[in-house]
């Protein structure tokens, strides 16, 4: 049973370009969330979403970050414009609706998003 | 808003021995669940241990084991025997169960040393 996939495992760009990160949750789960890990620092929260619905972007600069879960296809989490404060790992995790969730999320290997 | 305190940013132990990672953490609501997460030099997060605030029972994993003191908002991690793959970053989380609320709370990590 494959785990959460992430793609791709590096990137890198320069400031003005955009960024694309690709989740693809594990099979069954439904629930996927973005979080951004600075160096030295604690995962924080960007995203929850389900298909085809954002139900938390709390975590979520209000300008150039943007995400989406289509009813097909991976989550992809998207920075336009991006600079150099944008560097960091970008974790997607996933989890099974319901109960027996039990409240767990899975990781996927993380992107990480160098700004040159 | 839920937050999550490790004071501890670094801690040592020596090959075999007992080490435990000390969490605090601030919540309203009384019924949550409580995580440690380890991740290692490949940056992959890993699920270690997992707790619901209902159970008054402690959760463990083979050599991993909690102390959760709900009263005191407190939720150690020990780790019985420590081998030298046990080193690693160490994150406490938090998760609401409240509908909509599903964003883990990190705190800001411990990084064990396991001296051989």
């Known amino acids: 049973n494959a785990g959460v996939m992430q793609n791709p495992r590096h990137l890198v760009r320069r400031r003005g370009q955009e960024a694309r990160l690709r989740c693809s949750p594990m099979?069954?789960?439904?629930?996927v969330y973005w979080y951004r890990q600075l160096p030295e620092e604690g995962l924080k929260f960007m995203v929850y979403l389900q298909k085809e619905n954002i139900i938390d972007e709390s975590g979520m600069p209000k300008e150039r970050f943007s995400a989406e879960f289509p009813k097909e296809g991976p989550s992809i989490l998207r920075i336009q414009q991006v600079v150099r404060g944008d560097s960091a790992a970008y974790f997607c995790?996933?989890?099974?609706?319901?109960?027996?969730?039990?409240?767990?999320?899975?990781f996927g290997p993380g992107t990480r998003l160098t700004v040159l | 808003a839920q937050t999550v305190t490790q004071s501890q940013p670094e801690m040592s132990v020596q090959e075999a021995e007992t080490v435990t990672l000390s969490c605090t953490y601030d919540t309203s609501e009384s019924d949550y669940y409580l995580f440690w997460y380890k991740q290692p030099p490949s940056r992959q997060m890993i699920l270690v241990i997992r707790?619901?605030?209902?159970?008054?029972q402690n959760a463990t994993e083979n050599r991993f084991s909690v102390n959760f003191q709900k009263a005191a908002k407190s939720f150690s991690l020990k780790i019985s025997d420590s081998q030298l793959g046990d080193a690693a970053m160490y994150f406490c989380?938090?998760?609401?169960?409240?509908?909509?609320?599903?964003?883990?709370?990190f705190g800001q990590g411990t990084r064990l040393t396991i001296n051989p």
């Open positions: 989380a938090y998760r609401s169960t409240l509908q909509g609320a599903q964003k883990l709370v």
């Open positions: 099979k069954g789960h439904s629930h």
């Open positions: 995790a996933s989890s099974r609706q319901g109960a027996a969730a039990r409240g767990t999320q899975y």
């Open positions: 707790q619901e605030a209902y159970k008054q």
